[in-house]
């Protein structure tokens, strides 16, 4: 295997012209060719979202999973993992040479992928208040595993990493000093998904990321835009917290800074009461009032359920507006992508999305749109005549976390191994 610098990089895989960026091996050809006769290397990749559990194991040469799958609720206790080791053993990996875990939040300190010590998990703990659905349950998840399977590393990988670069006109909020010093600014998050929308459309329009403006929208439970600028991410719809931006499954994304005052002195709630409605209680779930799963929104929609239709409207407006944001915010905008669980397997969802932005140069063709299925990885969507490609890209978060992963621990190694000569 070929690794310099501290990144893997593989003369097999895409966008090798792109050194620096995440590369995703081409399933046709990665498979062993990467390996050039090292043995395997196995690491299982933890992704503790909202909604949903993921989980796979990696052979980072490889860009086909040794096994992927996703337990659909987002517990992440003894049970949950009684399930991932018993998957990891029928899958026949006997051994372990590390475990990722997607941590959502870094803080303002964790900018790259790192292993879990003492001074790691602090960090992580520090900042559950800036994503209490996400970092105690990573952190609980980082315990189970280290019991699970004692001796292994761990690694924590960050979804604001991608965004730790971001200008400061975009992660800036305009409030007082006082504010901004105790840590109040904008941090962005999805960034595995968003780095690897980039790499694979960047591989499927065969154009390196420094001739790309993108608009990647990934939508799952959490959801959020992001536009990414000739490899960077310039802004991105989430913020300090995961609250900002779309309209999600439960959360209500975008509000008047001047709502939490006006219902904690009209309906008498306290902080606490508005912070659980604005992350469990709002969002599709409160539109719509059905649930917050997308999928039953849309059936109920289709029978003609008056809230939920107009809960799927107010959902996609959202996305539209950022899409045009954030095609203004770059000048121009080259392709907008779809990912996440929802982003990927609903054409009904990207059709609403997209209906209107013909102005941009932008045409959906309705039949490509349908025909897509996750199981293509990436696929281009877009009309002949459109100016702007339109795709739907697999994510593959748990690949990423695998990768990173593997980055860390052969930074690790090598020192190791300067050290010893
Ligand atoms: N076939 C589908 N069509 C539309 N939405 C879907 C479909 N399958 C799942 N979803 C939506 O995706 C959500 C899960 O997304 P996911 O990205 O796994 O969640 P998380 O935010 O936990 O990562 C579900 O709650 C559901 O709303
Ligand atoms: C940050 C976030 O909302 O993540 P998820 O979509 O996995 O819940
Ligand atoms: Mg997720």
Same mark, same amino acid.
């Given at each position: 295997?070929?690794?310099?610098?501290?990144?893997?990089?593989?003369?097999?895989?895409?966008?090798?012209?792109?050194?620096?960026?995440?590369?995703?091996?081409?399933?046709?050809?990665?498979?062993?060719?990467?390996? !050039?006769?090292?043995?395997?290397?196995?690491?299982?990749?933890?992704?503790?979202?909202?909604?949903?559990?993921?989980?796979?194991?990696?052979?980072?040469?490889?860009?086909?999973? #040794?096994? %992927?799958?996703?337990?659909?609720?987002?517990? /992440?206790?003894?049970?949950?993992?009684?399930? +991932?080791?018993? $998957?990891?053993?029928?899958?026949?990996?006997?051994?372990?040479?590390? +475990?990722?875990?997607?941590?959502?939040?870094?803080?303002?300190?964790?900018?790259?992928?790192?292993?879990?010590?003492?001074?790691?998990?602090?960090?992580?703990?520090?900042?559950?208040?800036?994503?209490?659905?996400?970092?105690? &349950?990573?952190?609980?998840?980082?315990?189970?595993?280290?019991?699970?399977?004692?001796? &292994?590393?761990?690694?924590?990988?960050?979804?604001?990493?991608?965004?730790?670069?971001?200008?400061?006109?975009?992660?800036? *909020?305009?409030?007082?000093?006082?504010?901004?010093?105790?840590? &109040?600014?904008?941090?962005?998050?999805?960034?595995?998904?968003? $780095?690897?929308?980039?790499?694979?459309?960047?591989?499927?329009?065969?154009?390196?990321?420094?001739?790309?403006?993108? #608009?990647?929208?990934?939508?799952?439970?959490?959801?959020? #835009?992001?536009?990414?600028?000739?490899?960077?991410? /310039?802004?991105?719809?989430?913020?300090?917290?995961?609250?900002?931006?779309?309209?999600?499954?439960?959360?209500?994304?975008?509000?008047?800074?001047?709502?939490?005052?006006? =219902?904690?002195?009209?309906?008498?709630?306290?902080?606490? $009461?508005? %912070?659980?409605?604005? *992350?469990?209680?709002?969002?599709?779930?409160?539109?719509?009032? =059905?649930?917050?799963?997308?999928?039953?929104?849309?059936?109920?929609?289709? !029978?003609?359920?008056?809230?939920?239709?107009?809960?799927?409207?107010?959902?996609?407006?959202? &996305?539209?507006? *950022?899409?045009?944001? *954030?095609?203004?915010?770059?000048?121009?905008?080259?392709?907008?992508?779809?990912?996440?669980?929802?982003? %990927?397997?609903?054409?009904?969802?990207?059709?609403?999305?997209?209906?209107?932005?013909?102005?941009?140069?932008?045409?959906?063709? %309705?039949?490509?749109?349908?025909?897509?299925?996750?199981?293509?990885?990436?696929?281009?969507?877009?009309?002949?005549?459109?100016?702007?490609?339109?795709?739907?890209?697999?994510?593959?978060?748990?690949?990423?976390?695998?990768?990173?992963?593997?980055?860390?621990?052969?930074?690790?190694?090598?020192?190791?191994?300067?050290?010893?000569?």
């Amino acid at each position: 295997m070929n690794w310099a610098g501290g990144s893997m990089r593989c003369s097999h895989c895409v966008l090798s012209c792109c050194t620096g960026w995440l590369i995703l091996p081409r399933p046709e050809v990665a498979t062993s060719m990467c390996t !050039d006769g090292d043995q395997d290397m196995h690491i299982l990749a933890i992704n503790a979202g909202s909604a949903t559990l993921k989980f796979g194991v990696f052979d980072p040469a490889s860009a086909m999973p #040794v096994i %992927e799958s996703t337990i659909d609720h987002p517990a /992440v206790d003894a049970a949950a993992f009684d399930e +991932i080791k018993q $998957q990891v053993r029928s899958s026949g990996v006997t051994s372990l040479n590390a +475990i990722g875990h997607r941590v959502a939040h870094g803080g303002p300190f964790l900018r790259e992928a790192a292993f879990v010590d003492a001074k790691v998990e602090h960090e992580i703990d520090q900042a559950a208040a800036l994503a209490p659905q996400h970092n105690p &349950v990573a952190l609980a998840g980082i315990r189970i595993a280290r019991e699970r399977w004692p001796g &292994v590393r761990h690694v924590a990988v960050f979804d604001t990493a991608f965004h730790a670069g971001m200008p400061e006109h975009a992660s800036c *909020y305009a409030v007082p000093q006082s504010w901004r010093a105790v840590g &109040v600014r904008r941090f962005g998050f999805h960034g595995l998904s968003h $780095q690897s929308v980039l790499a694979a459309v960047s591989s499927a329009l065969m154009r390196p990321p420094s001739e790309l403006r993108i #608009v990647s929208c990934h939508i799952g439970n959490g959801a959020s #835009v992001c536009a990414i600028d000739r490899g960077r991410s /310039v802004d991105t719809s989430m913020g300090m917290t995961a609250l900002e931006g779309l309209v999600m499954g439960t959360r209500s994304g975008d509000l008047d800074p001047g709502v939490p005052g006006y =219902v904690a002195r009209t309906l008498g709630l306290s902080l606490v $009461q508005i %912070e659980a409605a604005l *992350y469990s209680d709002s969002g599709l779930k409160a539109l719509s009032g =059905v649930g917050s799963d997308l999928r039953e929104i849309e059936s109920r929609a289709r !029978d003609g359920h008056a809230a939920a239709q107009m809960a799927l409207q107010v959902h996609a407006y959202r &996305v539209r507006k *950022y899409i045009g944001a *954030y095609a203004a915010a770059m000048g121009g905008c080259d392709a907008v992508a779809f990912t996440g669980v929802a982003g %990927e397997n609903s054409p009904t969802l990207r059709c609403r999305i997209l209906d209107g932005l013909e102005f941009l140069g932008l045409h959906l063709d %309705e039949e490509r749109n349908r025909a897509f299925s996750p199981a293509s990885e990436v696929s281009q969507l877009q009309a002949s005549r459109s100016s702007v490609a339109v795709l739907a890209v697999r994510a593959r978060e748990q690949w990423v976390i695998a990768h990173e992963t593997a980055r860390v621990l052969n930074g690790a190694l090598s020192a190791e191994h300067e050290i010893d000569e």
